[in-house]
């Protein structure tokens, strides 16, 4: 059936490895849908194993969005998401099909359905903050300025050195910190939505995170990662916080044994994912729980209109 250009978005979020990319290929297959990646790794080609990317061959069932965009050369943030994704939505929504979102980058989920940051920015002050801080040399210097200047924003994105370079932008620009001038904004929905949360229990969600990890790692992970890092992967602008990459790095440089690089990709991820876990629970109240195996059928019960 043929949908109107206001019809609602089915967003599908949630913690790494929880199968958000497999509910949202069955449901494009049942509601003549298209997806959208809301993962901000999948946008680099050559980081296929790695980032979890759909097969070509689904790729080619059902038409993928923001999926091997970009090289690793070139910096993809939110507000690029954001203008990206509205412009899939807009063209799906044109075809008569019904546009699926699914990823678990929360932040770009966050812009897309309540908005972007309205707060100042300045390019040239941020080309300015990005030559100073935004590599692995600069990053212990911006976490000191920011310990003088916005200590609640550093202790909020210690390990994120983006996201404290646009809190120091917004610093020297207003004189007052981020998370004061971003409390009670975004809490209107942009878009009509039917949006999920996959939620396991903790100890199911790890063994999920380690039977994908051996099974990435069997199917050619270390050989993709090698490549990417001979490519520039590590010096990239943004490609280089793709997870896994850089152990895989240390493994070939010997750093690490095999057993050794896997329980620390393990490690690594479940630790993405508890931080997933939280971000969704606290920023994204208009989705539904969805705790899985037993509750799928609510997901196909709840079908979006028109479907």
Request: charged fraction near 25%; include cysteine.
């Amino acid at each position: 059936m043929t949908r109107g250009p206001d019809s609602p978005l089915v967003v599908i979020m949630g913690p790494t490895a929880s199968g958000k990319s497999a509910l949202a290929l069955a449901a494009a297959r049942r509601w003549r849908g298209e997806i959208i990646s809301a993962d901000s790794m999948q946008f680099y080609r050559g980081l296929n194993i790695g980032t979890a990317k759909p097969t070509a061959a689904e790729q080619a069932e059902i038409p993928h969005h923001l999926i091997d965009c970009l090289d690793f050369a070139e910096r993809m943030d939110v507000y690029e998401f954001v203008r990206a994704a509205e412009t899939a939505v807009r063209a799906i929504r044109r075809r008569g099909r019904l546009p699926i979102v699914a990823g678990g980058s929360g932040m770009y989920l966050k812009a897309l359905l309540y908005g972007l940051d309205p707060l100042p920015g300045d390019e040239k002050l941020r080309r300015e903050l990005d030559e100073a801080y935004d590599h692995d040399a600069g990053f212990d210097a911006l976490k000191a300025r920011m310990a003088e200047l916005d200590p609640a924003a550093l202790a909020r994105w210690r390990q994120h050195r983006r996201k404290l370079i646009r809190a120091l932008e917004v610093r020297l620009l207003t004189g007052r910190s981020i998370l004061a001038l971003q409390s009670g904004q975004r809490s209107t929905l942009r878009f009509a939505v039917s949006a999920w949360r996959l939620e396991w229990e903790p100890a199911v969600l790890k063994e999920r995170i380690a039977a994908r990890t051996r099974e990435m790692l069997a199917a050619g992970w270390i050989p993709e990662a090698e490549a990417a890092i001979r490519n520039g992967l590590l010096e990239s602008p943004t490609a280089r916080q793709a997870l896994g990459y850089r152990l895989i790095g240390d493994y070939l440089a010997g750093s690490l044994n095999y057993d050794e690089l896997t329980a620390r990709i393990v490690t690594a991820t479940w630790q993405l994912a508890r931080r997933q876990q939280t971000w969704f629970r606290h920023q994204h109240p208009e989705a539904a729980v969805l705790n899985l195996p037993a509750e799928e059928p609510l997901f196909w019960e709840r079908r979006p209109p028109d479907s």
